[in-house]
């Protein structure tokens, strides 16, 4: 299967904003669940946020709020806008497609997801 293309991470300042895209290569016809999730330094793959097949949102607690989701999931793409950012936000965020249309069981959890983009760096000072 193709690999999702990410882009829009960078180095911010505490309190800045930044927007990530995600989008898959190819057209599958059906709507995918997707994800993104995050690898701090030293910790292990982290939920962020989810956009539903239907469109319905999902977030991480300590991101409600500050981080929005959207795109269009019969066209595999994921947006994430991060507005006040924190240092505790610094890690690795990688977009992720669920591994069968239509479904979102625990979308929380990784092992559900089979196609993954490399990731795109976002760091924050403070």
């Known amino acids: 299967q193709g690999q999702l293309v990410e882009s829009g991470g960078g180095l911010v300042q505490a309190g800045d904003s930044l927007r990530l895209s995600c989008a898959a290569p190819d057209s599958t016809g059906s709507a995918y669940t997707m994800a993104w999730f995050r690898q701090a330094p030293g910790k292990g793959r982290e939920f962020v946020a989810a956009l539903r097949w239907d469109l319905t949102t999902f977030y991480a607690d300590n991101v409600k709020g500050r981080f929005t989701i959207s795109g269009g999931a019969a066209k595999n793409t994921a947006y994430l806008q991060m507005n006040n950012l924190r240092p505790e936000d610094t890690a690795i965020y990688s977009c992720?497609?669920?591994?069968?249309?239509?479904?979102?069981?625990?979308?929380?959890?990784?092992?559900?997801?089979?196609?993954w983009g490399r990731g795109t760096q976002v760091t924050v000072s403070s």
């Open positions: 992720a497609r669920y591994s069968r249309p239509y479904s979102s069981t625990e979308y929380y959890t990784d092992s559900n997801y089979n196609v």
